[in-house]
């Protein structure tokens, strides 16, 4: 299938692997990962292989048959596999430098180059990396991230933290 693109823009947090945690239930919840990921990201999927579905079961169901929320996304993702969710389920973590299924920040020079500031908005994330105004910038950022792995920024409103935007690739 190749890699998918995924981002995610959640209120901000001091402790980012909590947000990051918080996120990834909120997903699987919803039932957006696998099928319900692509089709969340891409719009109608009409003609999509539904094979690509691996589970039968509802988000609720495997929560009653695992027990809680954190068993049943193992659960999924080992019935995944090495393919993985294409959603943020596939990040297990933070991590300081970019590495597999974890969400790495971007460094301060990288902030800087991208944005002209190390304190991006919500706006200049949405106009440079979602709607491809700057196609250069968008292009960097998003082939700087491997299959597999995610990363973060922190965005401010008056030099105050107020969201963190995720993104990363799906494995496949």
């Not at 990363?151 to 107020?162: G, S």
Request: glycine content about 8%.
């Amino acid at each position: 299938m190749g890699g998918k693109p995924w981002h995610y823009f959640v209120p901000h947090c001091t402790d980012i692997n909590s947000a990051l945690q918080v996120l990834r239930e909120q997903e699987f919840c919803a039932g957006r990962y696998g099928f319900g990921a692509l089709e969340h990201f891409f719009g109608n999927l009409e003609n999509f292989d539904r094979d690509y579905i691996n589970s039968e079961e509802s988000p609720e169901e495997l929560i009653e048959e695992y027990g809680n929320v954190q068993a049943a996304i193992e659960a999924v993702l080992d019935e995944y596999g090495s393919e993985g969710t294409a959603s943020i389920l596939d990040m297990l973590g933070i991590s300081l430098v970019p590495e597999s299924s974890a969400v790495s920040p971007i460094s301060r020079n990288d902030l800087l180059e991208l944005f002209g500031t190390d304190k991006p908005t919500r706006e200049m994330v949405e106009s440079i990396l979602i709607e491809e105004q700057d196609l250069d910038a968008c292009e960097e950022f998003w082939s700087s991230i491997s299959r597999g792995e995610g990363r973060y920024i922190v965005l401010y409103t008056e030099n105050q933290p107020v969201e963190i935007f995720f993104a990363g690739y799906s494995f496949d």
